[in-house]
């Protein structure tokens, strides 16, 4: 059983930054894709930022500049860079990993800018 868990959400102040670290087991697959979406109160969840395994990034312009997706090579794991966060980037940062048509997502970690 595949199961997915992100860590390294929290508190911070405007401007600051935080790292989320996203690490799936249990796949024998090397995950085609993996990606961070965010949910905010009252709102959609909607992505954040993507990276597929041959190297392809994606970021939503609301991050661009200000965040960076990473990955260790050779594993299920996804890293997101979260520099200059705003309020409005207070959300719970939900892990995404895809392989064969399925999809496998983790619980979510909540990050909360405020001063």
């Known amino acids: 059983q595949v199961q997915v868990e992100e860590s390294g959400g929290g508190l911070v102040q405007p401007g600051g930054s935080l790292r989320l670290s996203c690490a799936a087991s249990g796949s024998i697959f090397s995950f085609s894709a993996m990606a961070w979406s965010r949910q905010a109160p009252g709102k959609e969840r909607e992505l954040v930022a993507s990276?597929?395994?041959?190297?392809?990034?994606y970021y939503a312009d609301f991050v661009k500049g200000r965040f960076t997706i990473s990955r260790e090579n050779g594993k299920n794991t996804v890293y997101l860079q979260m520099n200059s966060l705003r309020p409005e980037d207070t959300a719970v940062y939900y892990c995404?990993?895809?392989?064969?048509?399925?999809?496998?997502w983790g619980q979510g970690t909540q990050v909360t800018v405020s001063s």
């Open positions: 990276l597929t395994e041959g190297g392809i990034v």
């Open positions: 995404w990993g895809g392989v064969r048509a399925r999809n496998y």
